[in-house]
């Protein structure tokens, strides 16, 4: 970052709040309040710890534009000079201590008066000239604790330079004037765990990337089953799921970062977690020492998947801890046992069967699951019935999406919001959905229908609409702007669709000065409710694209039984690759597949690492080689030495399509996040994500370009043709009706 300069301090900074939670120190030190002081002692005695523990409501939240999707820099400059940031907060949740932290620099190359201005919820809190030529423009602002029903705090960004008389005659705008905003920018804040009071609010306050707690490495088929469907719900709301496992005797931990308070290590459990870096577990009074730190053990819960073992776990380990702590330090066991009450016993008590509850777990509030209740909960949770999960404990015995009549869905069912809003130059209007929300009866989108209007402004050149479908044009065009309906008609490609999609409707103007006489003024446009896709029967092809559609009606999730006894490396894995693939957590069944007998899945599927024997398959794997067949089973690739790579493939078993997955080598390769797959029935994943996806039946995209290719004349090139057929089409109708003509006049000479 540029250091010339040091970033000012905002005039309208409302609180200064701490920044992060890094340490068990802070919420010591604070106790409720906004700020540590330094008047605040150091708890002296183990009993101190846990009484300011068991006192401690806090819940600190940090938000970086990476975990918003900028996996780089935020660039502002002509002619993009305006944005808005949305940061997700608990909705209806007042807040204490926001910050948001700018880290920034820019560039000035064209001159002019530039000037910088944010605005926070619609309202502006800074504005700054830029009189450098380069420089620093980092800047720290407050956040007022107001509560924010809508579930975010909307920062406002406009970057603007006035070149002054010379834009009379030449365009104003300044391309080489750049502001760029650096993706750890953040904004911090903290609230009140009491008033998350219901499972809304709960699944609304999660973090960019939850936590779910397993109860260990080795899980039934039930909490596996479970566990599975809560990530890929997570997923589909935008959050990047984490799976831990409860820590037990005999595991391998990492300390680094974590501070043992000094007044603790006079119980031996406490001390030794002390040591810091790689350690080994050696009792269950450690295992309770670890869960016992509050917001600073390396073992967080936000989602619990509450089966027999996790409660038979923690509770051990708390009552060993207990047992500990009588022989160590006798006068901190009343604080121990109240902050026990407060923050874990909540957690761990046993759920009844299908029970979605809000507890507490390590002072946060945290949703539990029923180890039966996963496919019920991640309907709960999904886009259309959250809001309604309003109380602190249910039992959901279904929730899935409705079923439309299978012809037309609205884009408001699909979570894009009509409305209207103001377009100077540029804006858009975006929906996201999964596919399984439309798919129903074997049924893809196949055209989008949208009707906008748009108020006239003084410009002369007619507003544009385009829209997109995953960053793919489907369609543009000018409108009239005159206040009316107007409508729009996309065609859907198949391969514009993936499991989880994005649309996008952008609104381009003209900007119009009347040669700087008038100041550019935005115009109204509205994206209507009238606005729906059309859907239609789909070609079931034998590609990623294809399984989209058959996994609409339901799938079956098969995995070795050696997964549930790896769960926590293992879970990630299944959760990313059903999102990709277009599993709905709600509608598939679940089998844990011992031995190799695989049975018949019966259905569409998705299947890990399970060898089936009668599969068409044109990959084979044996001992880090992979070979794969061509046409006449000819090897069209044939390597050895493959490792941390996995196969992705479309097979065909027992008269049912499916989706496999296979490791090359010894070694599964991460899958950090879901991967966009299209018309390939074989795709090969490496460490950094999809390496290669192509279609062993169609290698030159031959259908692709025949499905979309219009007319045969237009498709080979005899466009040339259309008038001439339109000529002939006309002297054929000329010669007809002459014919008919004299025909009439014949019959009439005859009756005379």
Known sequence: MNTLSRPPVSLFRLARGPVLLLTVCLPLLTN????????????TSAAEVFNRLA?????????????????????LGAPETVRELYFPVPANVPLSGGEIKLNANYMR???GRTSFVVSLDSYPVSS????????????VLGVDGSPRPSGFVRMGLNWSTALGAEWLC???????????????SRFTYR????????????????????VILISSNNLSSGAYDSAWRMGVALERAGKRAQVRALPAVGDTVNLDGMVVPAALRGIPAFAALAQGGQYKIKDAAEVGALLSLGAASPFRADIIIADKAINTGVTTALDALRTQMQTS??????????WRIRALDPAAQAAAPGEIRLSQAFGNPAIVVAADAGAQAAGMFSTYWNKLAVGSSMLVQAAADPAGDGSAVSLKYLGGKPGSFDVLSHADWNASFDIGAVSADGRLPSSLVLDVSAAPSAARTPPVVSVFMNDILLGARQLDAEGQVERVTARIPAYALASRNTLRVSFVRQLASDRCRETPEPYPVSVLPSSHMLLEKADLSANFTGMVARYAAGAHVMVPAAYLADAAATLPRLIRLALTAGVSPTKARFTAVTGDAVPAPGGPFLVMDLPFKNADSKVKLEGGRLVMNGKGDAAVLDVGGLDNVAIVEVVKVSGDRGVVYRMVGKQAPVMSKAMLLGSGDVAVIGAGGLLTEMNTADPGGRKVVENNAGPWLLAQGYWWMLPVLGVVFMIALLVFASRMRRRKAAEQATRL
């Open 55 to 75: 006192a401690d409501r806090w819940v600190y939240r940090e938000v970086r534009l990476a975990d918003l999707g900028f996996t780089g820099p935020l660039v």
């Open 170 to 184: 030449t365009d104003g705008r300044a391309a080489g004037n750049v502001l760029r905003i650096e993706p750890d």
């Open 329 to 338: 330090a006798p006068d901190a066991v009343a604080g121990f046992s109240e």
């Open 191 to 210: 609230y009140d765990s009491s008033a998350v009071r219901d499972l809304t609010t709960a699944w609304g306050s999660l973090p960019s990337a939850p």
């Open 32 to 43: 409720g309040q906004t700020a540590p002081s330094p008047a605040v002692s150091v708890p």
């Open 128 to 139: 700054r000239p830029m009189a450098q030529d380069k420089g620093d423009a980092s800047l």
């Open 109 to 111: 190359a064209d001159g």
